[in-house]
């Protein structure tokens, strides 16, 4: 059973509930529903069943609950309140209700590096802007340097930014946000320090139920003693924990596994929330609206009809004085490991039960377990050397002084994969990921079959892939969804010419796009698992890749090399060759 809570508190809402009794009179409230405008009935269903659904202007989220009791102190939590008399209510949460108004203590920690900096804290404040953060709530950084709240939002504020169409009271709401976030200096390790953190969190709670979301923006050889001195002193004693923990989640199977075992000693599997940003961008979040809501797609979708999907991550520039992290882990382990094969999931994945996270992430599992583990024959890998071009030198990867010199680390990596299922059986699914390439995109592109016995190829003449259609989704940059089809030219003679069916987003709609951190770190403060990584999706994923990483390194296989600013070593075009398969980006109509 789940209860379904509006995501943005500010957003109007109404609550039902299965019918079973008569329906209890929203006058017998014990207090006012914060922030929230109620209508509708409740009504206590008979059975053991129940179904509250909370519909919000905006989005809605679901949180599991198994019993009518549950469902009414969850909803609490959240800060609302089910219609229940005075009594039943006082039932739930205990007759000091005041004290039981919810708050969301935010720790982030790693509070000083660049990923908090740059992407936490700036949506932290988009999602305070836009009204979906709790009545009550509080931030705190943690990190060992030595640092004052004062100066904690200096450096903060450098960062925030408002939406382009949103400048109301930006000063201000700024101003307003920075004063909700402090900062606790502590060794990582320590929970004695962690224990002084408990303290300054629960002054801030003010007594009121304490829920607690700790983002770990840390490297993940410290996770372990993180989360066991975080567990250990500075977990909610009334509320909820959770826990959002950055990749690299291992190295391969067994480091993932060992991972996954350590914080499972001080933390079950529903408080931790894997993040994958790219699950949050918003092309992604819309691949399976696309394809489930339209039935122009839904056919289509499969062997039959379909002859590759191509799924591609490249980046215009290169490791930039920051390889000696890439060094360790390389593209494979960086980009397609999680983010492609993430989203590879999601498109071929069959149709879910429901929109219930688990149901979703079942059937993700179910894809990965369906695939082969890579071969090597089937992957090409490369590393970028320095170029001169227009007259500026661009450094190859070795010339970065933080990489190892004879570094056979690929920056470069294109691979098939295959699903062994009813639907995609032998339709290759196409991987490329580079850095210092010609253009820096991120798509997903489904080449359809050529239209058997074409009336108009002849005026295709022998390239048969200029008639073929395709799909394309633009993660980013320049948001869009387009289909390339086949039109006449006008006028009196017979030409044909290949055109977009575009959906540009940034013509369509007139509103921002929400970073991808904004939408992941409001699902982990209600509870929605939808887009974090589980476990076993985690195992299944390494599985697929480790065998192929421990050859490579065992074999130490070099990288074919590639000019900074080019589009990658030319093994990639005879990889897709070997499958017929012509490389969408490279046309000259991409």
């Known amino acids: ?18 019918p079973g009794h008569s329906p209890l009179r929203w006058s017998t409230l014990l207090r006012p529903f914060p922030r929230h405008v109620l209508a509708g009935s409740v009504a206590i269903p008979s059975s053991k069943n129940w179904n509250l659904g909370v519909a919000c202007k905006q989005e809605v989220g679901t949180v599991p609950v198994s019993s009518p009791k549950e469902a009414a102190s969850k909803n609490v939590e959240i800060g609302g309140s089910l219609g229940l008399s005075s009594e039943e209510y006082r039932d739930v949460i205990g007759p000091n209700s005041s004290e039981r108004e919810p708050t969301v203590s935010i720790t982030v920690v790693g509070a000083s590096g660049d990923l908090a900096k740059k992407k936490i804290f700036p949506a932290l404040f988009a999602l305070y802007y836009e009204d979906c953060l709790p009545k009550h709530f509080t931030i705190f950084g943690y990190a060992r340097s030595k640092m004052t709240d004062a100066e904690l939002r200096t450096m903060v504020s450098k960062t925030l930014t408002c939406r382009i169409d949103k400048r109301e009271n930006c000063n201000e709401k ?25 303290k300054e969190l629960k002054e801030h709670e003010g007594g009121r139920l304490s829920n607690r979301l700790f983002y770990l923006s840390i490297p993940p050889n410290i996770f372990i003693d993180v989360v066991k001195s975080a567990s250990k002193s500075a977990s909610s004693k009334n509320g909820w924990t959770r826990v959002i923990v950055e990749k690299p989640f291992g190295r391969d199977s067994e480091s993932s596994a060992a991972l996954t075992r350590g914080l499972k000693q001080y933390l079950d599997e529903d408080q931790i929330f894997r ?34 999907v191509q799924l591609i991550f490249s980046e215009d520039f290169g490791t930039e004085g920051r390889g000696g992290y890439f060094d360790n882990y390389g593209i494979i382990r960086d980009i397609m490991q999680n983010h492609l094969l993430q989203i590879l999931a999601l498109f071929a994945m069959e149709t879910p039960v429901s929109l219930d996270a688990e149901d979703i992430r079942n059937e993700k599992v179910k894809v990965l377990r369906s695939m082969k583990p890579l071969q090597l024959e089937n992957v090409v890998i490369g590393q970028y050397k320095s170029h001169t071009k227009g007259g500026v030198a661009y450094p190859g990867y070795t010339d970065d002084k933080t990489v190892p010199k004879g570094s056979l680390t690929p920056t470069f990596a294109a691979a098939a994969l295959f699903i062994d299922n009813a639907r995609w059986d032998g339709v290759p699914f196409l991987m490329k990921a580079g850095k210092a390439l010609e253009t820096r995109r991120t798509e997903i592109r489904v080449q359809f079959r050529h239209v058997p016995g074409n009336l108009y190829k002849r005026s295709f003449g022998t390239d048969l892939d200029r008639a073929t259609n395709e799909l394309v989704i633009r993660v980013q940059p320049n948001e869009a969804i387009y289909l390339k089809i086949n039109n006449k030219i006008p006028g009196l003679g017979m030409r044909l010419d290949r055109s977009n069916l575009n959906l540009l987003y940034a013509s369509r709609y007139s509103k921002e796009i929400p970073d991808a951190y904004e939408r992941l770190l409001l699902d982990a403060i209600e509870g929605e698992r939808r887009l974090f990584i589980r476990s076993d999706e985690l195992d299944a994923a390494w599985e697929l890749f480790t065998p192929l990483l421990k050859e490579l390194e065992e074999k130490k296989i070099a990288p074919e090399l590639y000019p900074y600013g080019s589009c990658g070593p030319a093994g990639a075009h005879y990889l897709a060759a070997n499958y017929n398969v012509r490389w969408g980006d490279t046309a000259s109509d991409a």
Do not use: T
Not at 188 to 198: C, I, K, Q, T
Not at 279 to 295: A, D, H, Y
């Open 1 to 18: 059973m789940a209860l379904s809570v509006a995501k943005c508190p500010s957003s109007s809402a109404a609550a039902r509930l299965a």
């Open 174 to 198: 700024m101003e307003q946000f920075l004063q909700r976030c402090f900062y606790h200096s502590g060794q990582y390790e320590s929970e004695e320090n962690f224990a002084d953190l408990d």
């Open 275 to 308: 993040i994958d940003h790219y699950l949050g961008k918003e092309l992604v979040e819309n691949l399976s609206i696309l394809r489930f809501s339209n039935l122009v797609f839904e056919p289509l979708w499969s062997r039959q009809y379909i002859r590759n």
